[in-house]
């Protein structure tokens, strides 16, 4: 069984950075497509980007393009989400997500992904 934890969330003034670090362990993240998503108070979960098993490909939501990278290591298990620019509408708690078969048109779809981990927050003070 994969599990995921996330780590790296906190408080950070409009304009900062923050970097967000997904550690899977029971299984390797080598096959897997690692979804982003996050969710803010009254809000639907939304899907902020995926990256490919290699890391050789992403898809990213317009809300983030340009500000939010997504990076691995599978050497070390490892997924990263490094979001520049942060805005207050970033507020949420961000999750990642585990699949051996989201990755494609259809990543933003919560449904997809098998595993999760339990989310971390971040907070963007104005």
């Known amino acids: 069984q994969l599990q995921l934890v996330e780590s790296g969330g906190g408080l950070v003034q409009s304009g900062g950075s923050l970097r967000i670090s997904c550690v899977g362990s029971g299984r390797t993240l080598d096959y897997y497509a690692i979804g982003w998503f996050r969710q803010a108070p009254g809000k639907e979960r939304e899907g902020v980007g995926c990256?490919?098993?290699?890391?050789?490909?992403?898809y990213y939501s317009d809300s983030v393009k340009g500000r939010f990278t997504m990076s691995r290591d599978n050497a070390n298990n490892t997924a990263y989400l490094q979001m520049n620019n942060l805005q207050p509408d970033d507020t949420a708690v961000y999750y990642c997500?585990?699949?051996?078969?989201?990755?494609?048109?259809?990543?933003?779809?919560?449904?997809?992904?098998?595993?999760w981990g339990q989310g971390t927050q971040v907070t963007v003070s104005s």
């Open positions: 997500a585990a699949d051996l078969l989201a990755f494609g048109m259809s990543w933003y779809q919560s449904r997809r992904y098998d595993y």
């Open positions: 990256i490919s098993s290699s890391g050789g490909a992403t």
